[in-house]
């Protein structure tokens, strides 16, 4: 998508949501809805889930936060058999990749070859794993667009075509600038809004015993930006705006990290030692992390993939 095209329909966007936020946050509080306990989560998700013994086909869900270098990384990553697909859009939400509401920029972010439609996706029983996520802010898509109630359907129609596939939610972040504060709120979004207006919910809803895994990206930048930034930088990444291209869109290098975390969940495999010299979606060398800079990526990816049970590998709770 033509990037100016992208942050001026970003700042429209923006625009008419600070516009509303007033009433909106008055009016309109973030629902509570039945969702499974600590204790059923902590039963659910207790036996890690096995390594897959093949590559994996994929199909992701989402919007700008997927886009389509991450993918591509991550295929890489994989290596030969790895096979994806994908549907996005411009701040999309799950319900607008259902069918109900308008995709926005579909036909520019879909001009791919990996482009399929999501509905006939999950249905066809083709994939591997369904990796999916929500739109941002993600307490507006809970406020106003079901999040619980769609990440529900999809995951029926998924089992429903293929009882083996594996679902996975993709937790992002925010922007830079956040007024509660970029490191707050991730420390805290993870449980209030991803799990307890999201997972739970739609678990809750789901045949008892439906596992949906977490990839905890939001939570694994975080714990890049600390380390990186305590230390005055590492190799060529001097702080958290190193990582992305304006205050909520990754480039090159939060691309490759993001990766990492995905592949680290999907392959139940530590990514240390993997590539760091890789090739964006169009074939173009992308920018690449220094050697040292990689290694870290590495090691924090793995790590705080093992600090989450939901994310179905072994805990390690001193992560």
């Known amino acids: 998508m033509n990037r100016s095209r992208f942050l001026a329909l970003g700042a429209a966007f923006i625009a008419l949501a600070a516009g509303a936020a007033w009433w909106r946050l008055a009016a309109t509080p973030t629902p509570t809805l039945p969702g499974l306990t600590d204790a059923q989560m902590s039963a659910l998700y207790a036996d ?7 590559p994996m086909r994929v199909f992701h869900i989402g ?22 697909e994908s549907q996005l859009g411009s701040f999309a939400t799950l319900r607008a990749h259902w069918g109900d509401d308008p995709l926005i920029d579909a036909e520019i972010w879909n ?10 996706a999950v249905s066809s029983g083709d994939y591997d794993a369904i990796i999916l996520t929500e739109m941002l802010d993600i307490r507006d898509a809970l406020r106003f667009h079901d999040s619980p109630g769609y990440l529900t359907k999809f995951a029926q129609a998924s089992l429903e075509a293929a009882p083996e596939t594996r679902l996975f939610l993709y937790e992002t972040w925010h922007w830079l600038d956040d007024p509660e504060g970029w490191l707050d709120r991730l420390d805290a979004d993870l449980a209030r809004y991803w799990e307890a207006g999201l997972l739970r919910p739609a678990l809750y809803n789901l045949p008892e015993g439906t596992r949906i895994h977490l990839i905890p990206a939001g939570q694994a930048m975080a714990a890049l930006v600390r380390e990186i930034e305590s230390r005055g930088g ?20 939060g691309n490759y990290f993001v990766a990492l975390v995905h592949y680290a969940v999907l392959y139940g495999s530590s990514p240390e030692g993997l590539p760091h010299e890789l ?4 074939g173009t060398q992308a920018h690449a992390p220094s050697a040292e800079t990689a290694r870290l990526m590495q090691d924090v990816a793995w790590r705080v993939a093992k600090r989450f049970p939901a994310t179905g590998l072994p805990q390690d709770s001193q992560s």
């Open 48 to 54: 890690p889930l096995p390594a897959p013994d093949a």
């Open 63 to 84: 919007h700008s936060l997927v886009n389509r270098d991450m993918p591509a990384m991550l295929a890489q990553l994989a290596g030969d058999g790895h096979r994806y």
């Open 111 to 120: 001009a791919s070859p990996q482009f399929r439609d999501a509905r006939e």
């Open 234 to 253: 590492v190799g060529n990444v001097r702080d958290r705006s190193d990582l992305f291209s304006d205050q909520i869109h990754l480039n090159d290098l």
């Open 279 to 282: 090739l964006r979606a169009d």
